[in-house]
């Protein structure tokens, strides 16, 4: 048993029966683990994912494992602004009522063939990096959420006694971001984006600042719309492919040698799936969440980045940002 980890509600007293609960990158990892303790606590299941065959397999997977889940799948791949749009469209168009959504997907990596399966030469590979890399950070990790959340969230379902809730899934990588605003303006623009990151520099960096940008994400949405419930989540560190991913796409070779001793330095540390998703289902199910709070290991946790920026004012900025960014994307 990993020491780690502080388990939620392992008997499933919490229900989620009669609640619908949509959860983007749910096919792998953490977000497949959360999708399968809300199907064993009744939940109809809205899985959204890029890869249908994935998305396949991880409705039977679940099946098999809970009689009588519902499931539905929708494609989502949010390296496509078009594809959130459309996602956002099928959702309000299907009368799907959605009471939870979990913001998951991410990821830490930008080699191409990875993102989508591409056996491409390197020239290719040049070209799609410079082109992915401006998407990666900029649209999955942070923008493309705000986007989907910002087109769905006339359409959650709650009530006073029950709001709806978003749960967000940020990472304590946060910590090395100092939330300087310059990642956030540089993949606001896709032209500053591909010319100055297409090199793949500073890709830790970039990471970081997106996590930080789910927690300010939230924190922002409380304050706006305080009649739903947001939260935002580290999950510890999972055994999923995501570290695999990210370190596949790590080319200089003393940088890696360091990844490598922390990632054995973390062994009796590191979570499985379903222990990672804990604290995604504590947010899910518990009556006691704080409207806009960082959670983990099921409590809250004090945000902290580098320098001295203050939260406040990068959370604001943030958030114009990020409608600018939804105001470009309806007007396309
Ligand atoms: N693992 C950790 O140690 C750790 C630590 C802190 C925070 N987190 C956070 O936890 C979340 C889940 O991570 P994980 O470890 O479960 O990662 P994972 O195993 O790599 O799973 C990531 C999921 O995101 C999906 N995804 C990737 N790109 C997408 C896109 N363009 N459109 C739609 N879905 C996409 C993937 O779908 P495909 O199957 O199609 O690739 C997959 O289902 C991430 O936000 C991550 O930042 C993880």
Redesign the pocket.
Known sequence: MNCCTSYYDRKRKNRLDGKTVAI????????LATALECAHRGAHLILL???QE?MERAKKMIEQEVNDSEIDLVK????DVDSVKNAAKNLIKGGFRINILVL?????HYKPELLYGINSGSDLKIQFSSLILSKIFKV?NHFSHFLLLHLLLDHLVGSESEPARVVA?S?E?HTLANGSGKFWQKYASEEIATKELGTGSDISGAYAES?LANILHMKSMAEHHPHINFVSV?????N????D?WKSGIENKCYLCFVRTLSFSWKPCIKT?YQ?CQTSIYCICSKDIVQGQYYSDNKPKRIRIRGSKDLNLIKNQLYELSMDFVQSCMNK
């Open positions: 983007t990158g749910a096919t792998d990892g953490i977000g994912s890029r890869n994935k989502l791949d949010l390296s998951n997907a991410g990821l830490a999955i899934l990472s990588a996590k580290h999950p510890g560190v999972v999923t492919s995501f570290a991913k799936p990672g």
